[in-house]
C-alpha cells in the first residue's frame, strides 16, 4: 500500500449549493462533491432557505468526500469551512432544528425600517462597522421572530434558543463542543461587528431589539473552532478555519496583498479591493462599498473593500429554471459566443434591486432593446454582458471609495469560466482579467489554504499561494472611446430603472404587498 497523503477536508456552502471536497499539499481540489440548494422568494424582497436542508446536504457532501478520501489513501488531517455570508438562522438547541426559514443574505423585507433609521445611525455604523444600516439586518429579522413567532418565543423563554450565521449554524452542528462562535469574515456582513475592536455594536444591537445573550461569540477566522463530532462525520479532527465564501475565494485565488483585486462569481458577483492592515476611510457618498474584514489570524485583521452584484448566477438560473430560455449557463456562454454583439438589447440583473450605481432595493431586472431582428444568441450575450457592466460598475465603486486604481482583476467562482463573460469583463473594465486554474474551486481551496498554513500543509499563507498557477489572461480587446460609449449606453439603461423604480405607481404596488 502506498503511503497516505495529507489532506484537510474542506466545505463550501454557498447559497445555491454546497460542496465538499480535498485539498492536498500540492492545492489540488480533489474528490468533489456537490448538492444543489433551494432558494425560495416568496414576494419581492423577501429570500430565504430551509437551514435544515443546508446542514443536511452539507452532511451527505461531506460523507462522500470522505468515503472517496478514504479509499485514495488519504489521511483527513483538519476541515476548514466557508459559507455564505449573512445568512441568518434561529434555532433549538435541544432538537438542533431551525425553527423558522433562514433569512437570506439577498433579503431586504426590512428595507424601509432600516431606511428610517439612517439618517441618526448611518454616521456612527460607517465609522466603527464599515457598513450603514443598509436594507437588510440578520438582527432585526430576529428580533421580530422573538416578538411574533411562537416557537422562537417558546425556545428562548426556555433558554433553547440559538442564534447566528450559517458558520454559526454549521459549526455548532459539526463541532463536538457545539459552540456557538462566529468569524470577522462571516459576521462583518452582518453590520454590527466593530472592525477596530473586534466585537460587538450594542448600542446598535439594543436599537434593533436584540438580545446580548443570543450573540456567538467571536473568534478569528483561523484559529481552534472545536473538533468535529463523529456521529455526524465519522471522523474526529480539528477545525482549524471559517471564512466567509467570498474571502476563501480570495485566498484561493491568491489574493492576499494590499492592492491586488478580485471577483467571485457564485450566486451574486462580489468584487473586492485589498487594503491591507488598517481600516480605509472611505470617500464621502460611496454608498455601495463597504468595508470588509479580509481575514483575521493570530489578533491581526486585514481589510478588504467590497461592492457587489446580488443576483449573477442567480439570475442564469432563475432564466433557465423558471423561464425556461435556455437549458443551462453553458448554453447561455455558447450562444453568446456566436453573436458578435448583443445588437442593441440589454438586460440589468437586478431581481432584487440594485446596488450599483445607487442602493435601491425597489429596482427590478429589465430586458430591453428587445426587437424582431433579436435571436438567442443576441439576448444570450446581452444576459453575460449585463453582468459584466454591472462588475464593471463595482470595479469603479470600489475605486472611487479608496483612491486605488485596480491594475487587474482575478476572477473567480463557475461563472468565470465562460470565455465570453471575461473577455466581455476586461473589455468594459479596461483592466486585464486572470483566470486561476481550477477557478470555480477557489473557495475551497483557499479556506484549507487559512486552516493549514502554519505547518500542517504549508509553512505560510504565502508558501500555499505559491502552488496556484494562471490559467488565462484576457486583455482588454475594446479601445477607450468604444469602452466608453458601450459604458454610457448602459449607464442610461440603468438611470431609466432606476426612474422607473421611483415612479408613485411602482412604490404603490410594493406597499401593497
Excluded at 483585486?261 to 476611510?281: K, N, Q, R, Y
Excluded at 499561494?465 to 449606453?489: G, I
Amino acid at each position: 500500500m502506498t503511503p497516505s497523503q495529507k489532506a484537510i477536508l474542506s466545505i463550501d456552502e454557498g447559497t445555491s449549493g454546497t460542496r465538499a471536497a480535498i485539498v492536498t499539499a500540492d492545492g489540488l481540489v480533489q474528490c468533489l462533491e456537490y448538492h444543489p440548494l433551494r432558494v425560495t422568494s416568496p414576494r419581492h424582497g423577501v429570500v430565504e432557505q430551509d437551514a435544515n436542508e443546508i446542514l443536511t446536504m452539507t452532511l451527505r457532501v461531506c460523507r462522500q468526500t470522505i468515503a472517496r478520501a478514504k479509499s485514495l489513501n488519504m489521511q483527513i488531517e483538519a476541515l476548514a469551512l466557508s459559507t455564505q455570508r449573512s445568512t441568518a438562522v434561529l434555532w433549538d438547541s435541544e432538537t438542533g432544528k431551525a425553527l423558522v426559514p433562514a433569512m437570506v443574505w439577498q433579503d431586504a423585507r426590512y428595507a424601509e425600517h432600516l431606511g428610517t433609521l439612517a439618517g441618526e445611525w448611518d454616521s456612527k455604523l460607517l465609522a466603527q462597522t464599515g457598513r450603514p444600516t443598509g436594507i437588510r439586518s440578520p438582527y432585526l429579522w430576529a428580533a421580530r421572530h422573538l416578538a411574533d413567532s411562537p416557537q422562537v418565543i417558546a425556545a428562548h423563554r426556555a433558554g433553547r434558543l440559538r442564534f447566528g450565521t450559517v458558520d454559526s449554524w454549521l459549526l455548532w452542528h459539526l463541532s463536538d463542543e457545539q459552540r456557538c462562535l462566529s468569524t470577522p469574515t462571516n459576521v462583518t456582513s452582518a453590520g454590527a461587528y466593530q472592525l477596530a475592536e473586534h466585537s460587538y455594536f450594542m448600542e446598535w444591537l439594543d436599537t434593533l431589539g436584540f438580545p446580548s445573550l443570543l450573540l456567538p461569540t467571536l473568534i478569528d477566522d483561523a484559529a481552534p473552532l472545536g473538533t468535529t463530532r463523529p456521529s455526524q462525520l465519522g471522523i474526529a479532527v480539528p477545525i482549524l478555519a471559517c471564512l466567509g465564501d467570498q474571502f476563501a475565494g480570495a485566498i484561493g485565488l491568491g489574493c492576499i496583498a494590499p492592492g491586488q483585486a478580485l471577483c467571485m462569481h457564485g450566486t451574486g458577483s462580489f468584487v473586492d479591493l485589498l487594503v491591507g492592515e488598517t481600516i480605509p476611510a472611505l470617500q464621502p457618498g460611496c454608498e455601495s462599498t463597504l468595508v470588509m474584514t479580509a481575514r483575521r489570524q493570530e489578533g491581526v485583521a486585514h481589510y478588504a473593500v467590497e461592492t457587489f452584484v446580488p443576483t449573477t448566477g442567480s439570475a442564469l438560473n432563475w432564466i433557465c429554471e423558471n423561464l425556461g430560455w435556455f437549458d443551462n449557463a453553458e448554453q447561455i456562454s455558447t450562444l453568446a459566443s456566436q453573436a458578435d454583439s448583443s445588437a442593441g438589447v440589454s438586460f440589468i440583473p437586478a431581481l432584487t434591486g440594485l446596488r450599483v450605481p445607487h442602493l435601491d432595493p425597489k429596482a427590478r431586472a429589465s430586458l430591453t432593446g428587445v426587437s424582431i431582428a433579436t435571436r438567442r444568441e443576441h439576448i444570450a450575450r446581452a444576459i453575460l454582458e449585463g453582468i459584466a457592466h454591472s462588475v464593471t460598475g463595482c470595479i469603479h465603486a470600489n475605486e472611487q471609495a479608496t483612491g486605488i486604481s485596480v491594475e487587474a482583476l482575478v476572477v473567480g467562482g463557475g461563472m468565470s469560466n465562460s470565455d465570453v463573460l471575461m473577455q466581455a469583463q476586461a473589455d468594459l473594465s479596461g483592466v486585464p482579467v486572470l483566470r486561476m486554474v481550477e477557478t470555480a474551486r477557489a473557495s475551497l481551496r483557499g479556506t484549507a489554504f487559512l486552516a493549514g498554513s502554519s505547518g500542517l500543509l504549508w509553512d505560510s499563507l504565502a508558501d500555499a499561494c505559491d502552488t496556484l498557477k494562471v490559467a488565462r489572461c484576457f486583455t482588454p480587446a475594446l479601445d477607450r472611446a468604444a469602452r466608453q460609449e458601450a459604458r454610457a449606453r448602459w449607464q442610461q439603461r440603468v438611470a431609466h430603472e432606476l426612474s422607473v423604480a421611483a415612479s408613485p405607481l411602482l412604490i404603490q404596488e410594493s406597499q401593497s404587498r
